[in-house]
């Protein structure tokens, strides 16, 4: 099915340098190529714009760090891209300015979401993090004075080095801030990688408190009113319904298309992921081409055990139609007799109890 697709996401890879735990598809430097690859992304909009819908309700800009992108080259791709309801840009804080947040506001972004990760000097330093504690709070006055009134923060826990008292002094720097959404992530150092050669022992100390900070991280933050409406994610409670929408899409399974390198889109059944290698994705979409892609076709029992994967991480109950198929009947009851999962014969959901358990739940859920 072509022309249905409602939300679309763009990867820009720049980055001034790279962090070690990050695992995302980056470049670093190349600011003679931001240009270029603008143009390369525009070109691929052109060659999918059939799959798109006549309205979108989201447009997401991850990265890498989209806001290093060139800014004319930046600015050109944001009033280039298909209005949406939301439009989300990542922003690292140290790449802030007052000209910068007056151009995303005016090319049409509504929503920013900044990477501050820690506020404590030192975990920053670990996490080879550029911004600073003043950074963001610089960062965060200036969007609301460009005019944004939907701004979110992430933090990561598990940092080596981190104790609980660095974990709540970080909780209350991000609720003063006032942000209208926080993601609260767990520290992922992929094996192999030269941030857990740096820190192995240290990392798996971090990995037996991990289920303390998360339970810190919930009752900090819905205790200062805040939803918490996904595993990760919590957004203040009030008239606006502040989720993000875009990453909403992806947990209940709606189709989204990706441009850029790297970038995976899932549209009618189908999964594809375009090549990770710049001067490649140039060239093809220099001769007017689609970038060369991976494709990962997605049968009904695949597409039912991640809807119920991803759906089981929001705090709504999932839908039966479309899933039943991937639950092992037996242990829905088990697990129902131990206060960890509920259903009415229509929807199922996981109790508090059980979303704290998170992955481990659904995966003895699944059939």
Sequence with gaps: MTGAVRHLYVHLPFCASRCGYCDFVTV?????????YVSALLTELELQRGLLGPELET???????????????????????????EVTVEANPETVTPALAQALRAAGATRVSLGAQSFQ????????????????????????EAGFD??????????????????????????????????????????GTRFTHAHGAELERQAEAMEDYFERVVERLVRAGYRWYETANFCRVGERDLRSRHNLAYWLG???LGLGIGAVSTVAGARWQTTKRLGVYLEALGRGELPPRGLEP???????????MLGLRLDE????????????PAALERLERLGLAATDGA???????????????TAELLA
């Design 28 to 36: 670093l430097g190349r600011e003679d190529e931001h240009a270029p």
């Design 59 to 85: 447009v997401y800009l991850g990265g890498g760090t989209p806001t290093l992108t060139e800014p004319a080259a930046l600015a050109r791709l944001l009033v280039s891209l298909p209005p949406a309801a």
């Design 121 to 144: 000097p030192e975990l920053l330093a670990v996490l080879e993090r550029r911004a600073t504690p003043d950074d963001v709070r610089d960062a965060f006055r200036t969007l609301r």
């Design 150 to 191: 939907n701004l979110s923060l992430d933090l990561v826990y598990g940092i080596p080095g981190q104790s609980p008292a660095d974990l709540e002094a970080d909780l209350e720097m991000a609720l003063a801030h006032g942000a209208e959404h926080l993601s609260c992530y767990e520290l992922e150092a992929k094996p």
């Design 254 to 256: 709606r189709d989204y």
């Design 298 to 308: 997605l049968d009904e029992d695949v597409r039912g055990r991640e809807r119920l």
């Design 317 to 328: 109950p999932l839908a039966l139609d479309g899933v039943a198929g991937a639950i092992d």
């Design 347 to 361: 929807t199922v959901a996981l109790t508090d109890r059980g979303r704290f358990l998170g992955g481990a739940v």
